[in-house]
Each structure stands twice: as C-alpha cells, then as structure tokens.
C-alpha cells in the first residue's frame, strides 16, 4: 500500500493548529486512516479538514497538482489562470488576482494601528462648571455620506445640492444646535452611526456591491473633511458636557474607514481624561447609564424587530443591570420608533441630501437629527430635532 504525503508546504497557507498536527501525524504514519486512529478523531474528519487547507492554498494560488506552483502575494487571491500546454507539459501561465477582503482589512487595522502611534494627541481641556449629573444626550449623526455628490435637479429638493462644503456646514451646524439646545447632562454622547463616509477608498464604490457613486472630490480631501467635521462636533460636545463618549460605528458605506476612524479618535483623545471612545470590532455597540441601557447598531446587518434579543443574548449583564433600554439605528434614511417587549428601538433619519440613485428608486425621507437625553433611572426624559432648514432660517 502506497504511504500518503501531506505536501509540506501546505504549512505555509494559515493551517489551524489542528491541521498542522494532522499534516505531522499523517505524514509519520504514512496514512490518514492511522492518523485518525492515533489522534481520536473520524478519518472523515482527518480527509475535510485537509481538502479545506488544499482548498484555502489553492485560493491563494498554490495546486501543484493542477500546475499552479506560484502563491500569490499577500492581501491577493487567485482570480484565475491560463496555462499554455506543448507536449503535456506546461509552458506559459497567465495568473489573474483580485484583493482578499479578509486579508486587507486586516492590513486595514495595522495601518490604523501604526498611525495612530503617531498622531498628535489632543491636550486636556477644561470641563464646564455644572453638569446634571443623572443625565446623558446622545447626539445622533448616521448616513451623513461625507463626500457624496446631490443635484437638486435630480432630488426635486429646494436644498437638495450636498457635497463636501455643504456637508461640513450642514453637520457641524446642526450638531451645535443639538448641543445649545440641550440640557447641561453630565454624559454627551456623539453616536456616528455609520455611513459617514459615502465611499470606503480610492474607488467611488460601494464595498461590498461595487455600486458605482456619485463623489465629490478625491478621496482624501473626503477623508480631510470628515475628520474636521467630527473633531469640531467632538469639540462642542466637550464644551457642553463633563463626559464625552465617542462612537464610530461600522456602515456598509465605510466598513474600512469606521476601522481607522475608531483607532484614530482614540488615539487622538488618549490624553483627554474626560473623552471614551467605544472600542468594539463588533457591529453592536452599548453603553450603560445607570439603569438605562442604551444601544446602537447601523442597521445593516439586522432589521429593527432583531434587536432587543440580539442586544439581551449578546449584553446579558447590561441587559439584566437595567430597567429601561434603548437601541439607535439608521441605515434607512428615514425616522421610524417602535417599542418592543423590553426595548424601544428609535431609527434615525438622516441630514444628507437625496442621491440620484435615492432620487430614481423613489426613496425619500426628511431631513432631520435628533438628541435625545436620558435620565439614568426613568430613561428619556427630553427630545430636539434639528432639520437644515433651521440654519438657514437662523
């Protein structure tokens, strides 16, 4: 009986630890009938976990068997080949790549991380002299889609032109509203609920679809402008209140970017005492205020009536230690609220102008943000609502 070999090279292409023992145990032994028997295991067990690694080298461009020998570089996978033949035998080999999503978020992460090594912190500043102290005003901004392009002539809107000038006064404006209009609450909490940026790179493209987008500009004055918007709301939050929590959510719009946003905010305020960013990979983000839970998610990956048992199994502890409960989501670019058993969920709309592929599908909503303050035993207790249009009327 002929022994089985486990090319050794497989090593190379991110085995589990599990699958390295059966390379080393198959390839003593001679067989994955034997290797099964000595480690325990089902040999069907031994045969999948192995066409899984064969099939996780091929991706990345290595089967010797089908004359693939050249793994293509990292953050690539194999998008396909053609190999010329004369006599059986290979002679020519074109190699097609495409980026691997996985591997470039990852990259995305250690950019992050070592940019924010770098980046200049942000110095202590002075707190206001008084600040109720059971209250907390989450100041709500979602789908601001930074760097989007609008055409009144296509939205049918008297406003309706956005770009990155209008974007950063819209924003900044309406956010400073909120805050005067609020009551003085210990705890402000800037909840950027995702889709802040309209692209997530160079190409004006949806992430996950590749939807082509209306841009305004290239991206890194998109990227420039984002953060002079959210440093100078960041700002009023801080004069306003003597806690300021900092959410960065994930949208579909900028799955990458609320990665290096989230790193570069809590570098940025690392020194400033009185600032919390919300550091969580995880789409689902919470915050506990007293026996008020208050929770956010963009809306992407869960519909509205989802939430209160995903935030109840995921949170249990928060879940259990309150009595009132709140989850913020946006998304759909329009206002919706609904109580559920043991949760109110509140769908914000959003200050962006309608797109032209908005405008063509029909979909419209009005333009407003909302804070809302919560009282950390008997939950909300006070609401204002800001449209565009009141910056121009002030």
């Given amino acids: 009986m002929s022994k089985t070999i486990i090319d050794p090279r497989l090593l190379e292409f991110d085995p589990t630890p599990r699958q390295a023992e059966y390379i080393e145990v198959i390839n003593r032994l001679g067989s994955m009938r034997a290797a099964a028997r000595e480690l325990g295991v089902a040999k069907n067990a031994v045969q999948e976990s192995m066409l899984r690694l064969r099939n996780a080298a091929a991706a990345r461009g290595y089967a010797p068997e089908f004359d693939l020998q050249h793994p293509v570089a990292p953050g690539q996978m194999l998008k396909g080949t053609s190999t010329l033949y004369k006599d059986g035998q290979p002679v020519l080999q074109w190699v097609k790549t495409r980026a691997d999503a996985a591997q470039m978020e990852e990259f995305m992460r250690a950019a992050a991380a070592a940019m924010a090594e770098e980046l200049p912190r942000a110095r202590p500043t002075k707190a206001p002299r008084a600040t109720l102290d059971k209250l ?102 801080l004069e306003r209140h003597e806690k300021v929590v900092v959410l960065m959510a994930e949208g579909n719009h900028d799955l990458a970017s609320s990665v290096w946003l989230r790193a570069m905010f809590k570098a940025l305020y690392e020194n400033e005492p009185r600032v919390e960013v919300i550091d969580s990979e995880l789409p689902y983000y919470v915050y506990q205020h007293g026996e008020t839970m208050l929770a956010w ?98």
């Fill in 136 to 237: 907390a005003s989450v100041y709500t901004l979602t789908d601001s889609h930074v760097g989007a392009l609008c055409w009144h002539r296509e939205n049918l809107a008297a406003n309706g032109d956005w770009d990155l000038a209008i974007a950063e006064r819209t924003l900044t404006g309406c956010f400073e509203h909120m805050v005067k209009a609020s009551p003085p609450a210990r705890v402000g909490i800037v909840a950027q609920l995702g889709d802040f940026l309209h692209s997530d790179g160079l190409e004006a493209k949806t992430p996950t679809s590749g939807h082509i987008l209306d841009q305004d500009g290239r991206f890194p004055k998109v990227v420039q402008s984002a953060i002079r918007i959210l440093r100078r709301v960041i700002g009023f939050a």
């Fill in 297 to 394: 998610h963009h809306g992407h990956l869960k519909k509205n009536d989802q939430l209160p048992l995903l935030f109840a199994a995921q949170f249990p502890k928060v879940w259990g230690g309150t009595t009132r409960r709140y989850a913020h989501t946006g998304h759909r670019h329009h206002f919706e609220e609904k109580e559920h058993s043991g949760m109110s969920v509140v769908q914000h709309s959003t200050l962006a102008a309608r797109d032209a592929y908005a405008a063509r599908g029909g979909w419209m909503s009005e333009r407003q943000c909302t804070a809302i303050t919560y009282h950390s035993e008997f939950g909300q207790v006070c609401r204002n609502t800001v449209t565009p249009e009141m910056l121009e009327a002030a």
